[in-house]
Every structure is written in structure tokens, then in C-alpha cells.
């Protein structure tokens, strides 16, 4: 019960974000892996047609 009572009293000093910095923070993460996605799309693709060209 000890620590219960400490997760509870540590959980009172989070500061938790407002709704715009949520928003904010949520759409720079999905902007990010929306990036590293094509990025490594483009690569797998380039990389391929190399590998293709080699082969043949």
C-alpha cells in the first residue's frame, strides 16, 4: 500500500500538456513518421531498381 500511496503523491507533480501542445506534439510525431516512411520508400525502391540493373 506503501507505494500506491507514493505513485498517487508523485502523480499530483506531473504537469500534464494542454490540449494545443498535445495536438501540436501528436501531429509532429505523425509528420515525422509520415517523412521517415517515404524516405525509406524511396530508398527500398532505388535500391531495388540498383540491385535489378546488377541482376540483369
Known amino acids: 500500500m506503501n507505494f500506491l500511496r507514493s505513485v498517487r503523491e508523485e502523480m499530483k507533480l506531473v504537469t500534464w500538456p494542454s490540449k494545443k501542445q498535445l495536438r501540436h506534439d501528436s501531429l509532429v ?28
Not at 509520415?34 to 532505388?46: E, N, P, Q, R
Request: charged fraction near 10%.
Open 29 to 56: 510525431v505523425i509528420e515525422t513518421a509520415i517523412i521517415f516512411a517515404l524516405m525509406f520508400f524511396i530508398m527500398d525502391t532505388g535500391i531495388q531498381a540498383l540491385i535489378n540493373l546488377i541482376i540483369r
